[in-house]
Nanobody, 125 residues
Framework: QVQLVESGGGSVQAGGSLRLSCTASGYAFSNYCMAWFRQAPGKEREGVAAVRISSGYTYYTDSVKGRFTISQDNAKNTLYLQMNSLKPEDTAMYYC??????????????????WGQGTQVTVSS
């Protein structure tokens, strides 16, 4: 049974930093893709960053480039999202997602078949 458990959300002032973690279990973590998505109230879910675990190839949406870093620890089956220089517009529920089959790692929701429960990130001005 695939499980994704997120942690690390919270409240921070603009300009601050947070690190999200997502621990995966129940499948071969190092074989496929993982990603972070976010959804703000009244908005569609947005792909923030993605990584092909085997190669380390990463993708970032333009609004977070240079501020967010996606990384993984294969020994711990854990995905991270380091978020620096946070802005109020980064406020959202953040979700970890996993693709457990061969295919595209683009951060499009339909590419991923397992999701975590979400962790809230709130950035105040």
């Amino acid at each position: 049974q695939v499980q994704l458990v997120e942690s690390g959300g919270g409240s921070v002032q603009a300009g601050g930093s947070l690190r999200l973690s997502c621990t995966a279990s129940g499948y071969a973590f190092s074989n496929y893709c993982m990603a972070w998505f976010r959804q703000a109230p009244g908005k569609e879910r947005e792909g923030v960053a993605a990584v092909r675990i085997s190669s380390g190839y990463t993708y970032y949406t333009d609004s977070v480039k240079g501020r967010f870093t996606i990384s993984q620890d294969n020994a711990k089956n854990t995905l991270y999202l380091q978020m620096n220089s946070l802005k109020p517009e980064d406020t959202a529920m953040y979700y970890c997602a996993a693709r457990t089959s061969i295919g595209s790692c683009n951060a499009i929701a339909t590419n991923f078949n397992y999701w975590g429960q979400g962790t809230q990130v709130t950035v105040s001005s």
